[in-house]
């Protein structure tokens, strides 16, 4: 019995492993060979994927309101390229970057108290500049002239080793609970283990700020901007458990839906291009 459960746990970490290769292989050649408007391109597929199965954890069943769904998120998202906003994208950044700030304290809040069941209009609203800004924040990012594509591959790899170092320092320290009925196996442990790794990957900016001062503003955007991917996290799982969910999707062999990687992304990404392009403006 024992030996038919380590072969299949190791086949499925296995089988998520090969995925995340892929990904990661596929997602550093599109950053560092793409311009930023094939990138733009590029980027829609997972963005629409990721939104097609957000409109079902959202309350949208058939087929005709997840495709108006869909459009509707595409479109926002063409308007904004046509008006420029990955070159000016403060505009829309900053309240969606505000917007996660304020709903950290709603969404930990869930995590020890049932939740009352939400009315999904409001979120269906907020879900369509949050997804947009997500983009954006990539595209603003990839276009800055000195190391920008490699400030994107520094986004992707901080909020991929916040994962890993919460995961590892959740089971080894993991003690008490960081959200019980909404993610049971999170621990506080486990976040303070990612953001530490976050902290440690900061080092590698050091080249980048010049000085102590300019590298301790980036060490702690770094911090906050793991801390804000947990709560995208947290967000994707009450939000899988209202709908009796264990995964938004199957595409990714072990990994569930293209949602179930871009979670802490969609959270992310506008509050570390938000935090960079004001200190490159102030620096």
């Not at 063409?78 to 008006?83: H, M, N, P, S, T």
């Not at 947009?132 to 000195?146: E, F, N, R």
């Amino acid at each position: 019995m024992s030996d038919s459960n380590s072969t299949g746990m190791s086949g499925a970490l296995r089988e998520r492993f090969w995925t995340a290769l892929m990904l990661a292989l596929a997602t550093t050649g599109a950053v560092l060979w793409l311009p930023t408007a094939g990138l733009a391109v590029a980027l829609v597929p997972a963005i629409g994927l990721a939104a097609w199965e957000l409109s079902l954890l959202l309350g949208l069943t058939s087929n005709f309101s997840r495709w108006g769904y869909l459009l509707a998120v595409l479109a926002v998202m063409g308007l904004c390229w046509f008006a420029g906003l990955p070159g000016e994208s403060l505009p829309i950044l900053l309240p969606v970057a505000l917007f996660w700030f304020l709903l950290m304290p709603v969404v930990f809040r869930i995590g020890v108290v049932h939740p009352a069941k939400a009315a999904d209009w409001w979120m269906l609203l907020l879900s369509v500049p949050v997804i947009t800004s997500c983009w954006i924040g990539l595209l603003a990012l990839h276009l800055l002239p000195d190391g920008g594509r490699w400030m994107v591959l520094f986004f992707l790899s901080l909020v991929w080793l916040t994962d890993i170092g919460a995961y590892f320092a959740g089971r080894r320290f993991g003690r008490r609970k960081l959200a019980p009925t909404v993610s049971p196996g999170k621990t506080v442990e486990g976040v303070m283990g990612g953001l530490l790794a976050a902290g440690l990957w900061s080092l590698m900016l050091l080249p980048v700020a010049g000085d102590a001062l300019s590298w301790l503003w980036l060490a702690l955007l770094c911090m906050l901007t793991a801390g804000v991917s947990v709560v995208g996290d947290l967000l994707e799982s009450w939000l899988k458990r209202r709908r009796n969910l264990k995964d938004a999707g199957s595409l990714l062999p072990g990994h569930g839906g293209v949602l179930d990687r871009v979670d802490s992304l969609l959270a992310a990404a506008p509050v570390f291009a938000l935090g960079f392009l004001l200190w490159g403006a102030t620096g």
